[in-house]
């Protein structure tokens, strides 16, 4: 089951860091680091079930709109 109770001892920190990795990287390169992170940290959980929860929770809290052609 996937843990949704903050964990983090400095969640600022985290975010800074996590804002700092992507500075001055192009679109390509930072979509590129985020895959690699969430691939990394997917095998770190090593629980497909769990990692298929979190894709599923973090997918319905995207606002998605289609654009007609």
Do not use: C, T, W
Not at 12 to 31: C, I, M, N, W, Y
Not at 43 to 60: K, Q, T
Not at 63 to 68: G, I
């Amino acid at each position: 089951m996937l843990a949704l109770a903050p964990r983090f001892g400095d969640p600022d920190a985290l975010f800074a860091a996590l804002v700092a990795a992507h500075e001055g990287l192009g679109e390509a390169a930072s979509r590129q680091l985020d895959a690699q992170l969430v691939l990394l940290l997917a095998n770190h959980i090593g629980d497909d079930a769990v990692v298929l929860e979190a894709v599923a929770l973090a997918r319905e809290g995207l606002a998605v709109k289609e654009v007609s052609p």
